[in-house]
Protein backbone atom coordinates (compact mmCIF):
# COMPACT_ATOMS: atom_id res chain seq x y z
CA UNK A 1 0.00 0.00 0.00
CA UNK A 2 3.09 2.36 -0.58
CA UNK A 3 1.06 4.37 -2.82
CA UNK A 4 -0.82 5.61 0.16
CA UNK A 5 2.39 7.37 0.98
CA UNK A 6 3.09 9.29 -2.05
CA UNK A 7 -0.04 11.36 -1.62
CA UNK A 8 0.11 15.33 -0.55
CA UNK A 9 -1.63 15.94 2.54
CA UNK A 10 -4.64 17.60 1.07
CA UNK A 11 -4.99 14.67 -1.36
CA UNK A 12 -4.97 12.44 1.49
CA UNK A 13 -7.60 14.66 3.94
CA UNK A 14 -9.44 14.86 0.57
CA UNK A 15 -9.71 10.55 -0.13
CA UNK A 16 -10.47 9.78 3.55
CA UNK A 17 -13.28 12.28 2.93
CA UNK A 18 -14.52 10.31 0.09
CA UNK A 19 -13.77 6.72 1.40
CA UNK A 20 -11.59 6.01 -1.00
CA UNK A 21 -8.96 4.28 2.09
CA UNK A 22 -9.20 4.44 5.59
CA UNK A 23 -7.21 6.10 8.23
CA UNK A 24 -5.84 2.62 9.56
CA UNK A 25 -4.44 1.91 5.90
CA UNK A 26 -3.19 5.38 5.52
CA UNK A 27 -1.50 4.86 8.63
CA UNK A 28 -0.46 1.60 8.12
CA UNK A 29 1.08 2.57 4.93
CA UNK A 30 3.34 5.15 6.70
CA UNK A 31 4.58 3.09 9.68
CA UNK A 32 5.56 0.36 7.33
CA UNK A 33 7.76 3.08 5.29
CA UNK A 34 9.26 4.56 8.74
CA UNK A 35 10.35 0.99 9.55
CA UNK A 36 11.54 0.33 6.09
CA UNK A 37 13.37 3.51 5.77
CA UNK A 38 15.53 3.48 9.15
CA UNK A 39 18.74 3.86 7.05
CA UNK A 40 17.78 7.23 6.92
CA UNK A 41 17.87 7.89 10.45
CA UNK A 42 14.56 10.46 10.05
CA UNK A 43 12.91 9.21 13.64
CA UNK A 44 14.55 9.43 16.64
CA UNK A 45 11.63 7.86 18.32
CA UNK A 46 8.39 6.04 16.02
CA UNK A 47 5.22 5.72 18.22
CA UNK A 48 2.87 3.25 15.92
CA UNK A 49 0.93 1.94 18.76
CA UNK A 50 -0.04 5.64 19.52
CA UNK A 51 -0.70 6.26 15.90
CA UNK A 52 -2.31 3.09 15.23
CA UNK A 53 -5.07 3.91 17.70
CA UNK A 54 -5.69 7.25 17.25
CA UNK A 55 -5.92 5.90 13.53
CA UNK A 56 -8.65 3.66 14.67
CA UNK A 57 -10.56 6.63 16.99
CA UNK A 58 -9.89 8.63 13.36
CA UNK A 59 -12.18 6.14 11.56
CA UNK A 60 -14.64 5.80 13.83
CA UNK A 61 -15.04 9.59 13.69
CA UNK A 62 -15.23 9.66 9.60
CA UNK A 63 -18.03 6.66 9.57
CA UNK A 64 -20.17 9.02 11.62
CA UNK A 65 -19.42 12.14 9.63
CA UNK A 66 -17.82 13.57 12.28
CA UNK A 67 -14.00 14.15 10.76
CA UNK A 68 -11.94 17.26 11.97
CA UNK A 69 -9.78 19.39 9.96
CA UNK A 70 -6.91 17.08 10.03
CA UNK A 71 -9.18 13.64 10.58
CA UNK A 72 -6.74 10.80 10.43
CA UNK A 73 -3.85 12.50 8.68
CA UNK A 74 -0.09 10.98 9.88
CA UNK A 75 2.68 13.43 11.31
CA UNK A 76 5.61 13.48 12.01
CA UNK A 77 6.74 15.97 14.65
CA UNK A 78 10.34 17.42 15.23
CA UNK A 79 11.46 16.12 18.88
CA UNK A 80 11.93 19.87 19.77
CA UNK A 81 7.92 19.54 20.91
CA UNK A 82 6.98 18.58 23.99
CA UNK A 83 4.62 15.64 23.97
CA UNK A 84 3.10 14.09 26.91
CA UNK A 85 4.73 10.91 27.91
CA UNK A 86 6.81 10.40 24.94
CA UNK A 87 10.29 11.12 24.62
CA UNK A 88 11.47 14.51 24.09
CA UNK A 89 15.18 15.13 23.58
CA UNK A 90 16.09 17.87 21.43
CA UNK A 91 18.40 15.29 19.88
CA UNK A 92 20.62 15.89 22.64
CA UNK A 93 22.19 13.83 25.08
CA UNK A 94 21.32 15.92 28.00
CA UNK A 95 17.60 15.40 27.25
CA UNK A 96 17.70 11.61 27.07
CA UNK A 97 15.05 10.18 28.76
CA UNK A 98 12.84 13.20 29.56
CA UNK A 99 9.02 12.10 28.93
CA UNK A 100 7.16 15.97 29.55
CA UNK A 101 3.79 15.27 31.78
CA UNK A 102 2.49 17.99 29.33
CA UNK A 103 2.13 18.61 25.28
CA UNK A 104 3.05 21.60 23.62
CA UNK A 105 0.27 23.57 22.56
CA UNK A 106 1.17 23.76 18.71
CA UNK A 107 1.39 19.74 18.98
CA UNK A 108 -1.93 19.71 21.18
CA UNK A 109 -3.82 21.78 18.73
CA UNK A 110 -2.70 19.35 15.84
CA UNK A 111 -3.95 16.37 18.00
CA UNK A 112 -7.29 18.33 18.68
CA UNK A 113 -7.80 18.99 15.00
CA UNK A 114 -7.43 14.87 14.57
CA UNK A 115 -3.40 14.73 13.40
CA UNK A 116 -2.04 11.37 13.77
CA UNK A 117 1.45 11.17 15.45
CA UNK A 118 4.14 8.61 13.91
CA UNK A 119 6.39 9.79 15.98
CA UNK A 120 9.50 12.04 17.18
CA UNK A 121 12.27 12.93 14.15
CA UNK A 122 15.29 13.84 14.34
CA UNK A 123 17.13 17.46 14.30
CA UNK A 124 20.56 18.84 15.16
CA UNK A 125 21.17 18.86 18.59
CA UNK A 126 19.07 22.14 20.11
CA UNK A 127 18.16 23.10 16.74
CA UNK A 128 21.96 24.13 16.29
CA UNK A 129 23.07 23.66 13.11
CA UNK A 130 22.37 23.50 9.42
CA UNK A 131 23.61 20.03 8.20
CA UNK A 132 21.54 17.76 11.27
CA UNK A 133 25.13 16.93 12.24
CA UNK A 134 24.95 18.08 15.43
CA UNK A 135 22.21 15.54 16.86
CA UNK A 136 23.57 13.23 19.71
CA UNK A 137 21.83 10.42 17.51
CA UNK A 138 23.76 10.93 14.24
CA UNK A 139 23.34 12.50 11.30
CA UNK A 140 19.99 12.64 9.30
CA UNK A 141 20.67 11.23 5.42
CA UNK A 142 18.63 13.09 2.86
CA UNK A 143 16.46 10.55 0.59
CA UNK A 144 18.11 12.32 -2.55
CA UNK A 145 21.72 11.47 -4.21
CA UNK A 146 24.10 13.06 -6.68
CA UNK A 147 23.79 12.35 -10.13
CA UNK A 148 25.87 8.86 -10.79
CA UNK A 149 27.01 8.66 -7.27
CA UNK A 150 25.66 7.31 -4.11
CA UNK A 151 27.48 9.12 -1.69
CA UNK A 152 25.18 10.56 1.07
CA UNK A 153 23.94 13.88 1.40
CA UNK A 154 23.01 16.02 4.32
CA UNK A 155 19.07 17.15 4.21
CA UNK A 156 19.91 20.46 5.80
CA UNK A 157 19.47 21.64 9.38
CA UNK A 158 18.16 21.94 11.69
CA UNK A 159 14.93 20.60 11.05
CA UNK A 160 16.69 17.71 8.92
CA UNK A 161 14.68 14.76 10.26
CA UNK A 162 11.21 16.87 9.17
CA UNK A 163 12.50 17.25 5.77
CA UNK A 164 13.68 14.01 5.19
CA UNK A 165 10.43 12.23 5.95
CA UNK A 166 8.61 14.86 4.39
CA UNK A 167 10.76 13.74 1.34
CA UNK A 168 10.71 10.37 1.79
CA UNK A 169 7.09 9.97 1.93
CA UNK A 170 7.85 9.08 6.19
CA UNK A 171 4.94 11.01 7.37
CA UNK A 172 2.54 13.27 4.89
CA UNK A 173 3.45 16.37 6.64
CA UNK A 174 5.61 17.97 9.87
CA UNK A 175 6.30 19.84 12.25
CA UNK A 176 9.28 22.20 12.71
CA UNK A 177 10.49 25.53 14.49
CA UNK A 178 12.88 28.03 12.44
CA UNK A 179 15.47 30.14 14.61
CA UNK A 180 17.70 31.39 12.15
CA UNK A 181 16.29 29.16 9.19
CA UNK A 182 15.91 25.71 10.34
CA UNK A 183 12.63 25.01 8.23
CA UNK A 184 13.23 27.11 5.01
CA UNK A 185 17.08 25.45 4.11
CA UNK A 186 15.92 21.99 4.51
CA UNK A 187 13.50 22.71 2.99
CA UNK A 188 15.53 23.55 -0.20
CA UNK A 189 17.87 20.72 0.04
CA UNK A 190 15.11 18.40 0.14
CA UNK A 191 13.21 19.70 -2.62
CA UNK A 192 9.54 19.82 0.35
CA UNK A 193 8.11 23.26 0.91
CA UNK A 194 8.77 24.72 4.06
CA UNK A 195 7.18 27.90 5.94
CA UNK A 196 8.31 29.66 9.06
CA UNK A 197 5.41 31.82 10.14
CA UNK A 198 5.49 35.40 11.31
CA UNK A 199 7.34 35.01 15.35
CA UNK A 200 4.19 35.48 17.35
CA UNK A 201 1.71 33.31 15.30
CA UNK A 202 2.20 30.17 16.94
CA UNK A 203 2.56 29.60 20.34
CA UNK A 204 5.75 28.94 21.73
CA UNK A 205 4.88 26.86 24.52
CA UNK A 206 6.12 23.34 25.13
CA UNK A 207 8.73 23.68 22.38
CA UNK A 208 12.50 23.56 24.08
CA UNK A 209 13.94 26.67 24.01
CA UNK A 210 16.73 27.87 21.73
CA UNK A 211 16.64 31.62 21.31
CA UNK A 212 13.13 33.19 22.55
CA UNK A 213 13.15 35.93 20.44
CA UNK A 214 13.73 33.93 17.33
CA UNK A 215 12.36 30.63 17.57
CA UNK A 216 8.94 29.55 15.74
CA UNK A 217 7.27 26.93 15.36
CA UNK A 218 5.86 26.44 11.69
CA UNK A 219 5.36 23.32 8.84
CA UNK A 220 7.08 21.35 6.25
CA UNK A 221 5.05 19.52 3.24
CA UNK A 222 5.06 18.30 -0.22
CA UNK A 223 2.97 20.81 -1.77
CA UNK A 224 2.43 24.58 -0.42
CA UNK A 225 -1.76 23.15 -0.03
CA UNK A 226 -0.39 20.87 2.60
CA UNK A 227 1.65 23.99 4.73
CA UNK A 228 -1.65 26.27 4.28
CA UNK A 229 -3.47 23.34 5.93
CA UNK A 230 -1.33 22.82 8.75
CA UNK A 231 -1.12 26.70 9.67
CA UNK A 232 -3.96 27.13 10.20
CA UNK A 233 -4.16 24.32 13.01
CA UNK A 234 -1.15 25.55 14.44
CA UNK A 235 -1.59 29.04 14.61
CA UNK A 236 -3.50 31.35 17.57
CA UNK A 237 -2.92 32.95 20.36
CA UNK A 238 -1.85 31.01 23.41
CA UNK A 239 -2.30 32.43 27.13
CA UNK A 240 0.63 30.48 28.15
CA UNK A 241 2.59 32.28 25.95
CA UNK A 242 2.63 36.14 25.99
CA UNK A 243 4.78 36.78 22.72
CA UNK A 244 1.63 34.88 20.62
CA UNK A 245 -0.64 37.05 19.12
CA UNK A 246 -4.15 37.30 19.48
CA UNK A 247 -5.39 37.79 15.83
CA UNK A 248 -8.03 35.55 13.87
CA UNK A 249 -6.15 32.78 12.06
CA UNK A 250 -7.25 32.84 8.38
CA UNK A 251 -8.23 30.03 6.32
CA UNK A 252 -4.78 29.98 4.56
CA UNK A 253 -5.73 26.99 2.03
CA UNK A 254 -8.85 29.33 0.73
CA UNK A 255 -6.29 32.22 0.06
CA UNK A 256 -4.51 30.34 -1.94
CA UNK A 257 -7.07 30.71 -5.30
CA UNK A 258 -6.34 34.31 -5.49
CA UNK A 259 -3.12 34.02 -7.30
CA UNK A 260 -0.21 37.01 -7.75
CA UNK A 261 -2.11 38.97 -10.45
CA UNK A 262 -1.40 42.48 -9.29
CA UNK A 263 0.95 41.85 -6.47
CA UNK A 264 4.32 43.79 -6.19
CA UNK A 265 7.32 41.86 -5.42
CA UNK A 266 10.88 43.15 -4.76
CA UNK A 267 14.08 41.46 -5.40
CA UNK A 268 16.77 42.81 -2.95
CA UNK A 269 19.84 43.26 -4.41
CA UNK A 270 21.99 43.20 -1.04
CA UNK A 271 21.07 39.51 -1.65
CA UNK A 272 23.09 38.81 -4.93
CA UNK A 273 26.50 38.00 -2.68
CA UNK A 274 29.96 37.59 -4.01
CA UNK A 275 30.57 34.02 -4.62
CA UNK A 276 27.07 33.04 -4.85
CA UNK A 277 26.90 30.15 -7.57
CA UNK A 278 25.25 31.06 -10.98
CA UNK A 279 22.81 28.65 -11.05
CA UNK A 280 21.41 29.93 -8.16
CA UNK A 281 21.51 33.53 -9.70
CA UNK A 282 19.91 31.74 -12.57
CA UNK A 283 16.97 29.90 -10.35
CA UNK A 284 16.24 33.57 -8.70
CA UNK A 285 15.82 34.95 -12.30
CA UNK A 286 14.05 32.23 -12.92
CA UNK A 287 11.79 32.88 -10.26
CA UNK A 288 11.24 36.27 -11.18
CA UNK A 289 10.28 35.68 -15.02
CA UNK A 290 7.56 33.01 -13.52
CA UNK A 291 5.94 35.45 -10.92
CA UNK A 292 6.10 38.34 -13.85
CA UNK A 293 4.00 35.31 -16.26
CA UNK A 294 1.42 35.00 -13.31
CA UNK A 295 0.52 38.59 -13.41
CA UNK A 296 2.99 39.79 -10.02
CA UNK A 297 4.85 42.98 -10.71
CA UNK A 298 8.71 42.39 -9.86
CA UNK A 299 11.30 44.92 -9.25
CA UNK A 300 14.46 45.43 -7.75
CA UNK A 301 14.58 46.69 -4.15
CA UNK A 302 17.01 47.75 -1.61
CA UNK A 303 17.64 46.38 2.05
CA UNK A 304 20.78 48.00 2.92
CA UNK A 305 21.17 46.24 6.36
CA UNK A 306 21.70 42.68 4.85
CA UNK A 307 25.10 42.68 5.11
CA UNK A 308 25.18 42.68 9.31
CA UNK A 309 22.50 40.19 9.46
CA UNK A 310 24.29 36.90 9.88
CA UNK A 311 27.07 38.46 12.33
CA UNK A 312 24.29 39.77 14.40
CA UNK A 313 22.29 36.97 14.59
CA UNK A 314 25.23 34.54 15.41
CA UNK A 315 25.17 37.10 18.41
CA UNK A 316 21.78 37.10 19.82
CA UNK A 317 21.01 33.10 18.70
CA UNK A 318 24.03 32.21 21.13
CA UNK A 319 23.64 35.21 23.96
CA UNK A 320 19.63 33.22 24.07
CA UNK A 321 20.61 30.05 23.92
CA UNK A 322 23.48 30.63 26.67
CA UNK A 323 20.53 31.41 28.99
CA UNK A 324 17.85 29.56 27.82
CA UNK A 325 20.17 26.09 28.80
CA UNK A 326 21.35 27.56 31.56
CA UNK A 327 18.14 24.96 33.41
CA UNK A 328 20.08 22.34 32.14
CA UNK A 329 21.74 21.46 35.71
CA UNK A 330 21.32 17.81 36.21
CA UNK A 331 18.58 18.56 38.70
CA UNK A 332 15.40 19.28 36.67
CA UNK A 333 15.47 16.79 33.72
CA UNK A 334 17.26 13.65 31.86
CA UNK A 335 20.81 13.54 32.59
CA UNK A 336 22.88 13.68 35.74
CA UNK A 337 26.84 12.99 35.89
CA UNK A 338 27.27 12.68 40.06
CA UNK A 339 30.17 14.60 41.27
CA UNK A 340 31.97 15.20 44.67
CA UNK A 341 30.09 18.75 45.19
CA UNK A 342 26.90 19.96 43.36
CA UNK A 343 29.07 22.29 41.34
CA UNK A 344 30.98 19.16 40.55
CA UNK A 345 27.80 17.21 39.39
CA UNK A 346 26.63 21.04 37.12
CA UNK A 347 29.78 20.62 35.37
CA UNK A 348 29.82 16.56 34.76
CA UNK A 349 26.30 16.61 33.71
CA UNK A 350 26.82 19.76 31.28
CA UNK A 351 30.18 18.63 30.31
CA UNK A 352 28.62 14.75 29.28
CA UNK A 353 25.75 16.24 28.24
CA UNK A 354 26.16 18.64 25.34
CA UNK A 355 27.88 18.29 22.13
CA UNK A 356 30.45 20.61 21.32
CA UNK A 357 28.39 22.90 19.12
CA UNK A 358 26.15 23.34 22.21
CA UNK A 359 28.98 24.38 23.97
CA UNK A 360 30.46 26.66 21.43
CA UNK A 361 26.90 28.42 21.49
CA UNK A 362 27.03 28.27 25.09
CA UNK A 363 30.65 29.91 25.36
CA UNK A 364 29.83 32.77 22.70
CA UNK A 365 26.41 33.45 24.38
CA UNK A 366 28.03 33.87 27.76
CA UNK A 367 31.00 35.69 26.81
CA UNK A 368 29.06 38.52 24.61
CA UNK A 369 26.60 38.80 27.60
CA UNK A 370 29.12 39.42 30.16
CA UNK A 371 29.51 42.92 31.70
CA UNK A 372 32.25 44.19 29.27
CA UNK A 373 31.16 42.93 25.98
CA UNK A 374 27.38 43.33 26.60
CA UNK A 375 27.69 47.05 24.92
CA UNK A 376 29.98 46.01 22.10
CA UNK A 377 28.24 42.68 21.14
CA UNK A 378 24.54 42.16 22.36
CA UNK A 379 23.16 45.98 22.43
CA UNK A 380 24.89 46.29 19.16
CA UNK A 381 23.44 43.12 17.37
CA UNK A 382 19.85 44.19 18.64
CA UNK A 383 20.35 47.70 17.56
CA UNK A 384 21.31 45.85 13.96
CA UNK A 385 17.95 43.92 14.55
CA UNK A 386 15.82 47.18 14.56
CA UNK A 387 17.64 48.21 11.45
CA UNK A 388 16.54 45.39 9.32
CA UNK A 389 13.31 45.22 10.33
CA UNK A 390 13.05 49.32 9.50
CA UNK A 391 14.64 48.09 5.97
CA UNK A 392 11.60 45.48 5.51
CA UNK A 393 9.03 47.96 6.99
CA UNK A 394 10.16 50.41 4.05
CA UNK A 395 9.71 47.95 1.61
CA UNK A 396 6.74 46.74 2.68
CA UNK A 397 5.24 50.28 2.38
CA UNK A 398 5.19 49.35 -1.37
CA UNK A 399 5.77 45.96 -1.98
CA UNK A 400 3.56 43.03 -0.73
CA UNK A 401 6.58 40.41 -0.66
CA UNK A 402 10.21 39.65 -1.46
CA UNK A 403 11.60 36.94 -3.28
CA UNK A 404 15.51 35.36 -2.46
CA UNK A 405 16.91 32.07 -2.76
CA UNK A 406 16.64 29.76 0.14
CA UNK A 407 20.28 29.13 0.64
CA UNK A 408 23.48 29.58 -1.27
CA UNK A 409 24.05 26.44 -2.24
CA UNK A 410 22.21 22.95 -2.65
CA UNK A 411 22.76 20.27 -0.39
CA UNK A 412 26.40 18.98 0.35
CA UNK A 413 27.41 15.49 0.90
CA UNK A 414 27.89 14.08 4.30
CA UNK A 415 31.65 13.42 3.47
CA UNK A 416 32.50 17.13 2.66
CA UNK A 417 30.24 19.29 5.55
CA UNK A 418 32.51 22.30 5.71
CA UNK A 419 35.09 21.85 9.11
CA UNK A 420 34.85 25.07 10.15
CA UNK A 421 32.03 26.29 12.43
CA UNK A 422 31.81 29.89 10.36
CA UNK A 423 31.47 28.59 6.52
CA UNK A 424 28.84 26.36 8.17
CA UNK A 425 27.33 29.70 9.38
CA UNK A 426 27.35 31.06 5.88
CA UNK A 427 24.65 28.51 4.80
CA UNK A 428 21.64 30.43 6.89
CA UNK A 429 22.34 34.31 5.17
CA UNK A 430 19.55 34.42 3.21
CA UNK A 431 17.44 33.06 6.12
CA UNK A 432 18.09 34.63 8.82
CA UNK A 433 16.86 37.99 8.60
CA UNK A 434 13.23 37.00 8.54
CA UNK A 435 13.61 35.69 12.20
CA UNK A 436 15.45 38.85 13.19
CA UNK A 437 13.04 40.97 11.53
CA UNK A 438 10.33 38.41 12.68
CA UNK A 439 8.38 38.33 9.45
CA UNK A 440 6.98 35.21 7.56
CA UNK A 441 9.42 33.57 5.29
CA UNK A 442 8.34 30.16 3.12
CA UNK A 443 10.89 27.90 0.67
CA UNK A 444 9.59 26.57 -2.34
CA UNK A 445 11.64 23.58 -4.50
CA UNK A 446 12.05 25.56 -7.81
CA UNK A 447 14.62 23.35 -9.48
CA UNK A 448 17.30 21.04 -9.70
CA UNK A 449 21.31 21.95 -9.69
CA UNK A 450 24.36 20.78 -11.87
CA UNK A 451 24.38 17.70 -9.27
CA UNK A 452 20.88 16.91 -9.57
CA UNK A 453 20.04 18.11 -6.10
CA UNK A 454 17.02 20.10 -5.33
CA UNK A 455 16.94 24.19 -4.76
CA UNK A 456 14.63 26.57 -3.39
CA UNK A 457 13.36 30.24 -3.55
CA UNK A 458 12.38 32.08 -0.66
CA UNK A 459 9.33 34.25 -0.07
CA UNK A 460 9.62 36.89 2.46
CA UNK A 461 6.56 38.63 3.54
CA UNK A 462 5.07 41.60 5.75
CA UNK A 463 4.00 40.68 9.29
CA UNK A 464 0.67 38.12 9.72
CA UNK A 465 0.34 38.23 6.05
CA UNK A 466 1.26 34.52 5.72
CA UNK A 467 -1.97 34.51 2.97
CA UNK A 468 0.07 36.46 0.33
CA UNK A 469 3.37 34.21 1.07
CA UNK A 470 1.43 31.18 0.39
CA UNK A 471 0.18 32.97 -2.49
CA UNK A 472 3.53 33.80 -4.06
CA UNK A 473 4.72 30.37 -2.93
CA UNK A 474 1.61 28.53 -4.38
CA UNK A 475 2.38 31.11 -8.54
CA UNK A 476 6.08 29.30 -7.95
CA UNK A 477 4.98 25.61 -7.38
CA UNK A 478 2.57 26.09 -10.27
CA UNK A 479 5.13 27.84 -12.56
CA UNK A 480 7.74 24.92 -11.15
CA UNK A 481 6.19 21.85 -11.61
CA UNK A 482 8.91 20.29 -9.38
CA UNK A 483 8.58 16.81 -8.81
CA UNK A 484 9.56 14.83 -5.74
CA UNK A 485 11.09 11.95 -6.88
CA UNK A 486 14.57 11.30 -4.50
CA UNK A 487 16.26 8.16 -5.64
CA UNK A 488 16.14 6.63 -1.83
CA UNK A 489 12.69 5.56 -2.44
CA UNK A 490 13.42 4.84 -6.24
CA UNK A 491 15.48 1.98 -5.28
CA UNK A 492 13.07 0.37 -2.52
N1 LIG B 1 21.40 27.10 11.19
C1 LIG B 1 20.99 28.07 12.15
C2 LIG B 1 21.72 27.87 13.46
O1 LIG B 1 22.45 26.96 13.55
C3 LIG B 1 19.53 28.06 12.33
C4 LIG B 1 19.02 27.14 13.34
C5 LIG B 1 17.55 27.19 13.51
O2 LIG B 1 16.82 27.87 12.78
N2 LIG B 1 17.08 26.49 14.53
O3 LIG B 1 21.57 28.62 14.36
Redesign the pocket.
Known sequence: MTELTRLSLAAARDGLNAKKFTATELTRAHVDAVEKARALNAYLKETPEKALAAAAESDARLAKGEARPLEGLPLGIKDLYCTNGVETTAASRILEGFKPHYESTVTSQLWRDGAVMLGKLNL?EF????SNETSAYGPVVSPWRRKGSDAKIVPG???GGSAAAVAAHLCLAATA???????R?PAAFTGTVGIKPTYGRCSRWGIVA??SS??QAGAFGVKVRDCAILLSSICGLDPKDSTSVDLAVPDFEAALKDGVRGLKIGVPKEYRVDGMPEEIEALWQQGIDWLRAAGAEVAEVSLPHTHYALPA??IV?PAEASSNLARYDGVRYGLRVDGKSIIEMYENTRGAGFGA?VRR?ILIGTYVLSAGYYDAYYRKAQQVRSLIRRDFDQVFETFDAVLTPTAPSGAFGLDNVPDDPVT??L??IF??TA?MAGLPGISVPAGLDHQGLPLGLQVLGRPFDEGTLLRVAQAIEDAAQFKLAPPFNMRR
Open positions: DAMGSGSSTDTGGSIQFALDYYAERMYNDTVN
